[in-house]
């Protein structure tokens, strides 16, 4: 059975890496549950030929992946610092006023739009999660409670509510209709409106070898090439294009209506990513081989550290990290325990590996001699958090794009 390509509908798609049936990553476990079947399902990753989007054959129903979802307000640092700065930029560049419109889809719990309110710009938030939307509105920030698509914009154009600045951050990769999101930032913009759309580039998952940010909920893995066509169909252009280190590498893109002339630095992007082939499945070729190298390489340390009588654990119950311990089979005979700073994942269990989750102060309390990081994206931030327990002799080992010791 083959599906079809979500951006361009072809139905050739070519296998890249299956990383075999896995639990959902975000599905952490109560105690009771401990013992119950866990659903897995396939995680394959594919390549359009057509269309050159990377993306997983499997849509888990939104029903199913978002029915144990933790609840996710609590971003961390780096990230807050860069959307204040990003709303600061923008109000700036867009000179954003009180009669200018900035919308975000899937706008959490408002905290990027938040820093509008400061600078006198109305906002709107649009939040499909009851529990993330009133937390917003707790916080000053105006949120529709909805799914955004073709028929939300429509009706939003209709109230006069159009955008100046649209953000939707980290949304492309999580919608199995993609079109049709992308058909509604189409109809909220207003006709000089610029969105600014932040998705984790392919290009890093490939060269930096980070298999674990591939799960259940990251539908598609984007180049520049693949958006340049997929807004293309919805008479929509790339203006500009940077790339931002958040997530393990991002792009952060400036799209606008078609027919505006595109910044050097999108033609230099496009050009570079033909150069280095990422256009043909040739580019993606090897890369399974990679992740079964970086295997190797990560057990074999952890097994050794082990055999030496060290006691091991892990930082971060996050969604790459369930990724990471349920593909390399890394379980609680290497593991002792996983910390978290959220306090709704302390007290639950990893899935599939079934690590409990504790909070940071048990690397004191406890102090094992290594710890995992799985959420090597904030390495920066959670080394100087852990300041203390590395003053106390405790080791740091950062797994991708190689396992390293700090
Ligand atoms: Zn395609």
Redesign the pocket.
Request: aromatic share 0%; proline share 7%; net charge positive.
């Given at each position: 059975m083959s599906v079809p390509?979500?951006?361009?509908?072809?139905e050739a798609?070519q296998p890249i890496l299956s990383l075999g049936p896995t639990p959902l990553a975000n599905a952490l476990l109560g105690a009771d549950r401990l013992h119950a079947p866990e659903p897995r399902y396939p995680l394959d990753l594919v390549f359009?030929?057509?269309?050159?989007?990377v993306q997983i054959t499997e849509t888990v129903p939104p029903e199913v992946l978002f029915a144990e979802y933790p609840y996710f307000s609590s971003f961390s640092d780096t990230m807050v610092r860069s959307a204040r700065e990003l709303a600061e930029r923008l109000a700036r560049e867009r000179g954003l006023g009180p009669r200018s419109l900035v919308l975000e889809i899937a706008s959490n719990d408002g905290y990027l739009l938040q820093h509008y309110r400061p600078l006198g710009v109305p906002v709107l938030g649009i939040e499909p999660a009851a529990n993330l939307a009133r937390a917003a509105e707790g916080r000053g920030v105006p949120t529709r409670c909805a799914f955004f698509g073709r028929a939300l914009a429509e009706g939003l154009a209709a109230e006069g509510l159009r955008a100046d600045v649209l953000h939707a951050n980290n949304v492309l990769a999580h919608v199995a209709d993609l079109n049709g999101v992308v058909e509604g930032i189409a109809v909220a913009l207003k006709d000089d409106g610029l969105a600014a759309i932040e998705v984790p580039y392919v290009r890093d998952l490939i060269e930096r070898c980070e298999f674990d940010t591939i799960y259940h909920e990251h539908l598609c893995y984007f180049s520049l090439t693949?958006l340049a066509?997929l807004f293309a169909r919805h008479a929509l252009a790339v203006a500009d294009v940077e790339r931002i280190p958040l997530h393990g590498g991002s792009l952060r893109l400036f799209v606008a209506r078609a027919g505006a002339e595109p910044s050097v630095r999108v033609k230099e992007m496009l050009v570079a990513e033909a150069a280095a082939g990422m256009l043909a499945l040739s580019y993606y070729r090897d890369f399974a081989g990679r992740v079964e190298a970086l295997r190797r390489q990560l057990v074999g340390l952890l097994r050794r550290l082990k055999a030496e009588g060290n006691r091991l654990a892990a930082y971060g119950a996050s969604a790459k990290g369930s990724t990471l311990l349920n593909v390399f089979g890394i379980g609680a005979d290497v593991l002792d325990f996983v910390v978290d700073r959220s306090t709704v994942k302390q007290g639950r269990y990893t899935p599939g590996t079934h690590l409990p989750i504790l909070p940071p102060e048990a690397l004191l309390e406890r102090r094992p001699e290594y710890v995992l990081l799985l959420t090597w994206n904030f390495a920066e931030e959670i080394l100087a958090q852990q300041a203390a327990y590395r003053a106390q002799g405790g080791r740091f080992i950062i797994p991708v794009p190689e396992p390293r010791l700090v």
């Open positions: 390509c979500r951006s361009c509908g072809s798609l359009c030929p057509a269309c050159s989007l693949a066509a």
